[in-house]
Structure formats: C-alpha cells, structure tokens
C-alpha cells in the first residue's frame, strides 16, 4: 500500500473547504441524485474541512443550481469548484 504524504493529503482537504452541496429534502437516507425531484426543496451543505454544515434552503433544483453554479447559462453545470462563501 503507497501511502499518501500528510501535506498532500492535507492540502487536497483544504482544496475542498468551502465547496456546497444541495441535499433534497426527500423522504429517505442520505443525499439522492439531483435529477430526483426537481420541485423538492433542498438544503445546501458547505464542507468544512470536517463535515457537511447548513448553508441555505432553496425551493427547486432550479434555484439550487443557480446557487453553486453562479455565472452560467440557465444553472448548468460549469469546470470547476463552488465558489467559497
């Protein structure tokens, strides 16, 4: 087994503090595909370094994705992370 060096691995998780996820709140465990129910309300989780805390509440996937996804035509996804908040 190779092992990773501890500043690689540090410095990836810290590449990802700040990244935002939208959760459907859907009956169920855990986070679903995004395409599931598009009308369902979602809750956007923000990475800490630690685990998923409570960002925002949105309506629809449609606002969901104007949220992580600022800039680009119609919410689409585009290259690259969420912005940090």
Known sequence: MDDEPLAQWAERRDARIGRLRAVPFTPGPGP???????QAPRAIERWNGHLWEPYAVVSSLAEAQRLLYPGSAGGAPVTGRAPRH
């Open 32 to 38: 679903r595909g995004a395409h599931l129910c598009p």
